[in-house]
């Protein structure tokens, strides 16, 4: 399993299809963004389940969480037999993010990945984007990355997506 962490617009997609294509073996990709949008429309907009506020700030409830952890166990499972699976995700939680991963997986073998992107350049990734709340890339830059413990770290600032698939396939063996 390889772990991408990195904020909004920072470029783990990319990465992810990139990876998918420079690995010997079939991937699966799956994202923070899968999880949700396959909740309920009722649940992206209330206490319970996840809320993006108008200057980007993101807030999950209880109900996330119950649902997350389901998907993280879905996710460990399909690698536990035999998947190989790559994971956007986003720490809002930092290390606690990680904690949580890390106790699913047991002991499957993990390649952790930091993501990192200048905050201006994510910002204007959003931007151009279109899809995404404002301010949510420039939040996310530094906080995603507190207290979380990578084996490498890619930084999309000046690298395209190919190269730094490239060096994380490198970490694969």
């Known amino acids: 399993m390889i772990v991408l962490n990195g904020g909004s617009s920072s470029g783990k997609s990319g990465i992810a299809r990139c990876l998918q294509a420079v690995l010997p073996d079939p991937w699966l990709t799956l994202g923070v963004d899968t999880l949700v949008e396959a909740m309920p429309a009722s649940m992206r907009a209330s206490d319970a389940g996840i809320e993006f506020a108008p200057d980007g700030e ?3 409830g209880s109900g996330f969480r119950t649902l997350e952890t389901a998907w993280i166990e879905g996710v460990v499972t399909m690698a536990r037999t035999g998947a190989g699976v790559i994971v ?4 809002l939680g930092g290390a606690e993010s990680q904690q949580r991963w890390q106790k699913a997986l047991g002991g499957i073998r993990v390649l952790w990945v930091g993501v990192r992107c200048e905050s201006a350049v994510a910002v204007a990734r959003e931007i151009a984007r279109g899809d995404r709340i404002p301010g949510m890339a420039a939040a996310q830059a530094d906080l995603v990355h507190q207290g979380v413990t990578y084996d490498v770290e890619v930084d999309t ?9 490239r060096i994380i396939a490198a970490h694969i063996g």
């Open 88 to 91: 956007d995700e986003v720490f």
């Open 157 to 165: 600032t000046r690298s395209e997506s190919m190269e730094c698939a």
């Open 58 to 60: 993101v807030v999950v």
